[in-house]
């Protein structure tokens, strides 16, 4: 059964290139309502646990690091269908397969640095948004 949350991030690659604003237009025209929002750092440590389940593969070192370099936003999202509807908005991880009018089509500039992260399931969206929030920061 799926959920109405989910959870995501706006990387730093984004947050560099100064893509807040409209990336989170973007999720709230399509129908998603922001219920946590913040600006915030990952740490080493923070990023190695937050990718944790990625740590055998080959990237793993450079996700860390990319992801600990500068300012992220973490957001709780809420809507019916919420993983598979932003999974969809946000487009393929690659750039260059992206469908038009999605996130990381109009923002990402690589595979590696591809402007959003999104939760990959209804339990995940639960593990990552408690990783980012505390219970009093979720409305």
Same mark, same amino acid.
């Given at each position: 059964?799926?959920?109405?949350?989910?959870?995501?991030?706006?990387?730093?690659?984004?947050?560099?290139?100064?893509?807040?604003?409209?990336?989170?237009?973007?999720?709230?025209?399509?129908?998603?309502?922001?219920?946590?929002?913040?600006?915030?750092? =990952?740490?080493? %440590?923070?990023?190695? !646990?937050?990718? +944790?389940?990625?740590?055998? #593969?080959?990237? $793993?070192?450079?996700?860390?690091?990319?992801?600990?370099?500068?300012?992220?936003?973490?957001?709780?999202?809420?809507?019916?269908?919420?993983?598979?509807?932003?999974?969809? =908005?946000?487009? %393929?991880?690659?750039? !260059?397969?992206? +469908?038009?009018?999605?996130? #990381?089509?109009? $923002?990402?500039?690589?595979?590696?640095?591809?402007?959003?992260?999104?939760?990959?399931?209804?339990?995940?969206?639960?593990?990552?948004?408690?990783?980012?929030?505390?219970?009093?920061?979720?409305?």
């Amino acid at each position: 059964m799926a959920t109405n949350r989910t959870f995501t991030m706006i990387k730093p690659d984004a947050v560099a290139n100064g893509h807040i604003g409209n990336i989170l237009a973007m999720i709230t025209n399509a129908g998603f309502k922001i219920v946590s929002l913040k600006l915030t750092q =990952l740490t080493v %440590a923070d990023a190695q !646990a937050f990718y +944790a389940v990625h740590s055998a #593969r080959p990237f $793993y070192g450079e996700l860390v690091e990319f992801m600990s370099r500068g300012p992220i936003v973490a957001a709780i999202l809420e809507k019916d269908n919420a993983v598979e509807d932003f999974r969809n =908005l946000i487009g %393929a991880t690659n750039p !260059a397969d992206a +469908a038009e009018g999605t996130i #990381r089509k109009a $923002y990402a500039t690589s595979i590696g640095e591809n402007a959003v992260h999104g939760s990959d399931s209804d339990e995940n969206a639960a593990l990552e948004g408690a990783f980012h929030f505390a219970g009093r920061e979720q409305f």
